[in-house]
């Protein structure tokens, strides 16, 4: 269902009445197109609130990452200039003083940034072992939330945390997908990097014929297989992963074969009619792959069946646990059993919600099942990749406008739509866009993360 606020807010006596009254008006956000597939509106300011932590070294390998996205990089504002975004790198702030450069570096250009601009800001993980470096470190995070939150003009503001043994350029798929149009509606997000994962030689993916160094195409001579694949977020993740070069194995239900054919058919994928809740689904997707085996598996498939816990029959209970959950950890410990993902360029990617963050009111099952998806990502992720050189992270949904908001009241669904940062609702390929930055071979140091696909909502925030 079409956002007919958006579209009026944006007409000429909308934007009138919306100043004259305080209203939001949301700005149309720019996302990826073919026609439009970098950030518009200047280069790229790289700034430097204190010496980095790594030194030269390190300024010089993340001004490289940077220029890697294509966007013209600069280091310091000329008078009047417009820039698509900022990056600013905080690695070195260790003191309350070294905050006061961050103020000092990014006060002046704020008014500078294009509409649907970036800011990133680059930091390191709070020592454990100094109080006052932690202590510094976090305060970043609530800066970028809170940055996100008054930007405005569909802008976006994250943090993205080097661990100790990570340098710049192991945030590169990290910075390439943030300083796209790609991460529309991803905002006042935290994202760790860690290093590169320690996966014996023998045990790497061949080179060659399946990898064609083209950051258009980086799931070329890939397998992905999507569960929920026949509409929605699911049918967007498999026509994402596919424009990206993926073989996508498409899975839903037997009711929904029509659908998941279509699904397929569109993206050259393979149709695959499977209840993901039967006991053998494991060994039926495991038999379904080809030889090489998975390298991305995309838990999507997921139910609602709303009640408050009062007048929650069992059955309802247990069904959203056993689609949403259960399913999850059965499928996934199958074919990590069977050494289906591939080592290397196996990614794991769950399908969580903010309701599994903040809670809602009718949804005990769904926010529990959702919460669990959360548990299940943070304590296999670093066994995952120290045992089969993997990597495990979820996404979580805010509002997305899909069939099934469309169903909901109205002003609750006005609600649902003006409750972020961004006044208005997400689409399914914002989801697919994240759910790829993950799934990227690149993306190796991006593991046992949770990343909201929100447009910041208020809720959980």
Same mark, same amino acid.
């Given at each position: ?15 009138? *009445? ?50 890697? #996205? ?9 008078? !009047? ?9 905080? @690695? ?5 003083? !070294? ?48 940055? $996100?939150?008054?930007? =405005? =003009?569909?802008?976006? &503001? ?19 997908? *943030? ?31 399946? /990898?064609? $160094? ?6 070329? $001579? ?58 053998? &689904? ?5 038999? /379904? ?11 999507? &498939? ?38 289906? *993902? ?21 949804? #005990? ?36 406008? @899909?069939?099934? @908001? ?20 997400? *689409? ?31 809720? =959980?925030?």
């Amino acid at each position: 269902m079409a956002d007919r606020y958006l579209h009026w807010t944006n007409t000429r006596p909308g934007r009138l *009445l919306t100043r004259t009254l305080g209203l939001p008006r949301p700005v149309p956000l720019h996302r990826w197109s073919p026609q439009r597939p970098r950030l518009e509106g200047g280069p790229v300011l790289h700034l430097t609130p204190v010496p980095p932590r790594g030194g030269a070294q390190q300024t010089k390998e993340l001004a490289g990452t940077v220029e890697a #996205t294509g966007l013209p990089v600069v280091t310091e504002a000329e008078p !009047g200039a417009r820039h698509a975004a900022a990056v600013v790198d905080a @690695t070195g702030i260790q003191t309350v003083a !070294g905050l006061r450069g961050l103020h000092e570096c990014l006060h002046p250009v704020m008014r500078s940034f294009a509409e649907c601009g970036r800011i990133v800001v680059l930091g390191a993980s709070p020592d454990p072992d100094d109080h006052r470096q932690a202590a510094a470190q976090q305060a970043l995070e609530g800066f970028v939330r809170s940055l $996100g939150k008054e930007t =405005g =003009g569909g802008r976006t &503001a994250q943090l993205v945390r080097l661990a100790p043994e990570a340098a710049p350029a192991h945030a590169a798929s990290t910075l390439r997908f *943030l300083l796209s149009p790609k991460s529309a509606y991803v905002s006042g997000q935290v994202v760790e990097i860690g290093g590169a994962p320690a996966v014996p030689a023998e045990d790497l993916p061949p080179t060659g014929s399946d /990898a064609t $160094g083209d950051p258009a195409r980086p799931l070329h $001579g890939r397998t992905a297989l999507v569960t929920g694949c026949a509409r929605g977020i699911g049918e967007s993740v498999a026509a994402t992963l596919a424009r990206d070069g993926a073989h996508v194995l498409c899975l839903d239900v037997p009711q929904a074969e029509d659908d998941l054919h279509r699904v397929a058919e569109a993206t050259g994928g393979t149709a695959l009619p499977l209840d993901i809740t039967a006991a053998d &689904a494991g060994a039926r997707i495991a038999a /379904a792959l080809p030889s090489g085996g998975l390298d991305v598996l995309v838990h999507n &498939a997921g139910i609602t069946r709303d009640r408050r816990l009062a007048n929650m029959s069992a059955e309802r209970w247990a069904s959203v646990l056993e689609v949403n959950l259960d399913s999850v950890l059965r499928t996934t410990d199958h074919l990590l059993a069977e050494r289906a *993902l591939r080592p290397g360029t196996g990614r794991v990617v769950a399908t969580a919600s903010i309701a599994g963050i903040a809670g809602n009111v009718g949804q #005990t099952n769904y926010a529990a099942s959702k919460a669990g998806v959360i548990g299940f990502v943070r304590s296999l992720a670093p066994r995952a990749a120290a045992e089969h050189g993997i990597t495990v992270n979820a996404v979580a949904p805010g509002f997305i406008e @899909t069939k099934m @908001t469309a169903a909901v009241p109205f002003f609750i669904r006005e609600a649902g739509r003006r409750m972020s940062s961004h006044s208005q609702g997400g *689409l399914p390929v914002d989801v697919a866009e994240t759910t790829a930055w993950l799934a990227d071979p690149a993306s190796y140091a991006v593991n046992g993360q949770v990343v909201r696909v929100c447009g910041q909502s208020l809720l =959980g925030a």
